[in-house]
């Protein structure tokens, strides 16, 4: 029997995951589990980093989140493919937006509109439809599935299992089961995974304290009472679920519906748009030469050697558009009299220093381009240009308007913290 874990969380789910991506992806690998979701709390942070390590242990990826929906309850939702990827972020968005930055939350008419080629689990206790069960609301919980059903669609909405080994465990999957055939829906198991294996229990027990800000010593709700929640093997699943064989099968079948959702070779960098006629290559050099007269008033064979050597690998890696969005970027800056500054390893490159974007003469300083960028790497360049804070939201306003919403993103960092 090949079973999947859907429902799992990464350290991205902050406080609440335990176990690092290498250690769950390696735990399934052990496991010699065929895939793996991964579904922290409002993010899919864990996504690039999650996807090279389960690929390159032989595991497919799948990509997925718990939502917080309006009404305060979760909502496993995974994505089928690249399309059902693109709606999760737009969820996910969307939940900022309804919410804040510390409580998220994705409206019912969100859900509505950006839920193709998603796959969606009723959740386990903090779902609604459990949830309400639990309270003794079976009618309650009965039309909580029903507005689910109606959004989501049959084949795409799975009534979840835990069996965690708490109190009401027994009683809450009957009821889930029952419920499940009366409307025609199927169950599928899961085991909400916050670590990877049982002896992990006590550090996510630390988290929780921590996320929680109580002390070891006293009782909280959101500490577990049992460290269940580890990444168990298809044996230890097939017996906690041998009344319900088929929630274990819906496993496998939703694990062969979802395929890969990321494509890191595709680039997704927007073409700038050059003059007619011109292609990006041929503007970058038109812009490279001028700016080059205005930093050096005379271009010696040195410098054209240097300013050729760059822009034969720029045009070799196909990167073109990427300096001319930064060039773009940073003349609005300067027609606005906002003070900008390039920084980082993007000052080893001469094209750079003439397109304005950095103060720093790589050839007078005898810097290396290959610091920045290589044929043999052929990573992606990087230019990082720090503006004037207080006016710092201008300049994005002017990217998003530029280019446009569909074609930008925000993006963030994640501090860590690990003994010497």
């Not at 996504?47 to 390590?53: E, L, N, R, T």
């Not at 269940?228 to 041998?242: G, I, R, V």
């Amino acid at each position: 029997m090949a079973f999947v874990h859907l429902h799992v969380h990464s350290p991205f789910s902050f406080l609440d995951g335990a176990s690092s991506i290498p250690a769950l992806v390696n735990r399934a690998a052990e496991l010699e589990m065929l895939a793996l979701a991964v579904t922290d709390h409002n993010n899919v942070s864990a996504a690039v980093q999650f996807y090279k390590a389960a690929t390159a242990a032989g595991i497919k990826p799948i990509q997925g989140a718990e939502l917080t929906l309006e009404n305060g309850h979760h909502l496993i939702c995974l994505a089928e493919n690249p399309g059902g990827y693109a709606n999760l972020c737009k969820l996910l968005t969307s939940a900022y937006q309804y919410g804040d930055r510390l409580n998220p939350q994705v409206p019912f008419k969100a859900l509505a509109e950006y839920h193709k080629d998603l796959i969606f689990l009723s959740g386990c206790r903090r779902g609604e439809v459990p949830f309400l069960i639990l309270q003794g609301k079976v009618e309650a919980a009965r039309a909580a599935a029903d507005r689910y059903l109606e959004i989501c669609g049959r084949d795409n909405l799975y009534i979840e299992l835990v069996n965690d080994l708490l109190p009401h465990t027994a009683h809450l999957n009957r009821a889930l089961v029952k419920l499940a055939g009366d409307l025609g829906l199927k169950v599928v198991a899961t085991n909400n995974v916050h670590y990877a294996e049982k002896a992990d229990f006590p550090l996510h027990d630390t988290l929780t304290c921590i996320r929680t800000l109580t002390q070891l010593e006293d009782v909280h709700p959101e500490r577990r009472l049992n460290a269940e929640n580890y990444l168990k093997s298809p044996a230890e699943m097939k017996e906690l679920f041998s009344d319900y064989p088929e929630a274990l099968a819906a496993t496998q079948e939703i694990a062969e519906r979802c395929q890969p959702a990321l494509d890191l070779e595709k680039s997704l960098f927007p073409a700038f748009p050059v003059p007619q006629g011109k292609s990006a290559a041929v503007f970058l050099r038109e812009l490279t030469y001028q700016g080059a007269v205005k930093r050096y008033g005379t271009i010696t064979p040195s410098i054209r050697r240097r300013l050729e050597h760059e822009l034969d690998i720029i045009t070799h890696l196909q990167v073109e558009d990427y300096f001319l969005v930064m060039w773009d970027i940073a003349c609005f800056a300067k027609e606005r009299g906002i003070r900008c500054a390039g920084r980082g390893s993007a000052a080893d490159s001469a094209v750079v220093y003439c397109l304005g974007i950095t103060e720093v003469d790589a050839i007078a300083r005898g810097l290396l381009f290959e610091r920045f960028l290589s044929l043999e790497r052929a990573q992606k360049p990087d230019i990082d240009i720090d503006f004037d804070a207080r006016y710092r939201d201008e300049v994005a306003k002017y990217v998003y308007d530029k280019y446009g919403e569909e074609h930008v993103a925000s993006v963030c960092t994640f501090n860590t913290f690990r003994a010497r």
